[in-house]
Every structure is written in structure tokens, then in C-alpha cells.
């Protein structure tokens, strides 16, 4: 079975950049929506950014301007570039791909393969 692991993760300081990388082990259809999904302490998980295979990308507002999605279909690897980081942005960043959707439908599609999660700390 496929499996997705993310990369990239670490501590910054606020204002500072991190790339996201998420490799997956084997062929994923380029046809699936993929996302960044993020996890705060004590905080409920949200979608971050959703790329189809069109690559048509969707960012949640409170990181609009500031996070970019995009893919190589070739490398079989998803990307996060995260920039102007805030201490809010502090999270368990996770790679996750679904079944085949349009940008539009790509958040509400139920996301069926999951990375392990790679931490990101923004210090003030």
C-alpha cells in the first residue's frame, strides 16, 4: 500500500519561511485531490491547502497570501511552502490525498490515505 511521509518540518521564528515536502512511497494517481491538513494543541484538525489534478489549489483564509500548494507529478511528491510564518501557524502539519474531485470539491471529499504529520513551531 501507498504510504506518504512528510518532511520539512522544524522551528522558526515568526515572520520566518519553511518548505513542506510529502514523498509518496509509490505511484499515487494524479487524479486525487491532495492536501495539507494541520493540527494545533487542544485544537480540532483543519484543511490548510487542497491542490487537484488540474492543479487548481484552495487555501483557508487564515493563510491566504502566505501558503502555497503545488505538486510534481513526476516525483510523486506534495509540497507546502510556508511563508511570513505566525505563532498561530504552530501545528502537526499532515499530507493527505483523497479520491478524484474538482478544486471546488476537493474539502469536502473524505480523505482516505494519511501522512504520520510533521511538527512546525513558530516562536514569537
Known amino acids: 500500500q501507498v504510504q506518504l511521509v512528510e518532511s520539512g518540518g522544524g522551528s522558526v521564528q515568526a515572520g520566518g519561511s519553511l518548505r513542506l515536502s510529502c514523498a509518496a512511497s509509490?505511484?499515487?494517481?494524479?487524479?486525487?485531490?491532495m492536501a495539507w491538513f494541520r493540527q494545533a494543541p487542544g485544537k480540532e484538525r483543519e484543511g490548510v491547502a487542497y491542490i487537484d489534478s488540474d492543479g487548481s489549489t484552495s487555501v483557508a483564509d487564515s493563510v491566504k497570501g502566505r501558503f502555497t500548494i503545488s505538486k510534481d507529478n513526476a516525483k510523486n511528491t506534495l509540497y507546502l511552502q510556508m511563508n511570513s510564518l505566525k505563532p498561530e501557524d504552530t501545528a502537526m502539519y499532515y499530507c493527505?490525498?483523497?479520491?478524484?474531485?474538482?478544486?471546488?470539491?476537493?474539502?469536502?471529499?473524505?480523505?482516505?490515505?494519511w501522512g504520520p504529520g510533521t511538527l512546525v513551531t513558530v516562536s514569537a
Open positions: 493527505t490525498a483523497g479520491p478524484s474531485a474538482s478544486i471546488q470539491y476537493c474539502p469536502r471529499v473524505l480523505m482516505d490515505l
Open positions: 509509490g505511484y499515487i494517481n494524479s487524479r486525487r485531490c
